[in-house]
């Protein structure tokens, strides 16, 4: 599956931005999603993740009530709502497919990543 993100930008902290992450293909919903940023000189770390269904979520610590993640699968498209945005959050984001069942939070567990989208958040 080919993964085309997009929707980042740059805005201020305390702001919103949705990403958005279109596959090609129909077995869009036979796939897991998730969403990971990696920000300079840091390892990519993940963000959230979605099953197959959408039924299910699971979304890191660190952006746990401000970030949320939702799938569409009519449209081939999974979302990563982005509210209450702080500095830290500025990152490279990068959306990706796994044919695990459940949730998979590790970035091994995919195997399909979309080119990557910035997201900068201003002080």
């Known amino acids: 599956v080919q993964l085309q993100a997009s929707g980042g930008g740059l805005v201020q902290a305390g702001g919103s931005l949705r990403l958005s992450c279109t596959a090609s293909?129909?077995?869009?919903?036979?796939?897991?999603m998730g969403w990971f940023r990696q920000a300079p000189g840091k390892e990519r770390e993940f963000v959230a993740a979605?099953?197959?269904?959408?039924?299910?979520?699971y979304s890191a610590d660190s952006v746990k009530g401000r970030f949320s993640i939702s799938r569409d699968n009519a449209k081939n498209t999974v979302y990563l709502q982005m509210n209450t945005l702080k500095p830290e959050d500025t990152a490279v984001y990068y959306c990706a497919a796994s044919s695990v069942v459940n949730i998979p939070i590790r970035s091994t567990n995919y195997h399909s990543w979309g080119q990557g989208t910035q997201v900068t958040v201003s002080s």
């Open positions: 979605i099953t197959r269904s959408g039924g299910n979520t």
């Open positions: 293909g129909r077995t869009f919903r036979n796939y897991a």
